[in-house]
C-alpha cells in the first residue's frame, strides 16, 4: 500500500474517533466496526469474539431479532470456550441495555457543539490535539505591529533563535 493511502486510512481512522452513532433501527450501523455502544468499536473491545465472527461486516439489524431470546444472535466459526465464553457474557450483558426501534440511524460529531461535522472542527482536533489555545488569537488580534506578533509566537512556540 502506497504511503499516500496510509494517510488516508490514518485520517479516515481519527476522523473515525469523532463520531458517534445513534442508533435505533441498527440498518445503517455496522455491529463491529463502528462506535455505537461505547467509544471504541465492539470489534476493538471484544477482539475474541471478533475474530471467530462468521459475518464481520453485519450491521446491527442483522444480529437483533426483537422475536427471539436472546435477541442477539451471533454466528460463530468455533466453539466458545474460555476467554471467548466471558467475552459473550460480557458483550450480552453491555446489549442487553440497549434498546432498538424503528427510527433511523444518526451520525454525530462529537468534536463540534452543534454536532454537525465541520472541516475545521477536524482541522483543530489534527493540529491541537481538539484543545485551543486563546493565546494564539490575543497574539494575532493585538493591535501590535506585525513584527513583533511574529516574535511572540517564535517564542510560545520555542523557535527562537538563542545562543544557547
Not at 25 to 41: E, R
Not at 62 to 87: A, C, H, I, K, Y
Not at 111 to 118: A, D, E, L, P, T
Not at 130 to 157: E, Q, R, T
Request: aromatic share 20%; glycine share 4%; proline share 3%.
Amino acid at each position: 500500500m502506497s504511503h499516500f493511502w496510509k494517510s488516508i486510512l490514518l485520517f479516515f481512522n481519527i476522523f473515525n474517533l469523532g463520531t458517534v452513532n445513534k442508533v435505533h433501527s441498527g440498518n445503517n450501523t455496522s455491529f463491529w466496526h463502528d462506535s455505537w455502544i461505547s467509544a471504541t468499536p465492539l470489534k476493538n473491545e471484544f477482539k475474541d469474539l471478533y475474530d471467530i465472527c462468521n459475518f464481520k461486516s453485519a450491521f446491527i439489524f442483522d444480529v437483533f431479532n426483537s422475536e427471539s431470546d436472546p435477541p442477539w444472535t451471533f454466528n460463530f466459526n468455533s466453539l466458545l470456550v474460555g476467554s471467548t465464553l466471558r467475552q459473550l457474557y460480557l458483550l450480552y450483558a453491555k446489549l442487553n441495555l440497549y434498546n432498538i426501534d424503528n427510527d433511523n440511524d444518526h451520525i454525530s460529531w462529537e468534536w463540534y457543539k452543534s454536532k454537525n461535522y465541520s472541516s475545521n472542527s477536524f482541522y483543530k482536533f489534527i493540529n491541537f490535539s481538539g484543545v485551543y489555545i486563546n493565546c494564539f488569537k490575543f497574539i494575532w488580534k493585538s493591535n501590535a505591529p506585525p513584527k513583533s506578533k511574529i516574535h511572540m509566537w517564535l517564542i510560545i512556540h520555542g523557535k527562537l533563535n538563542t545562543i544557547e
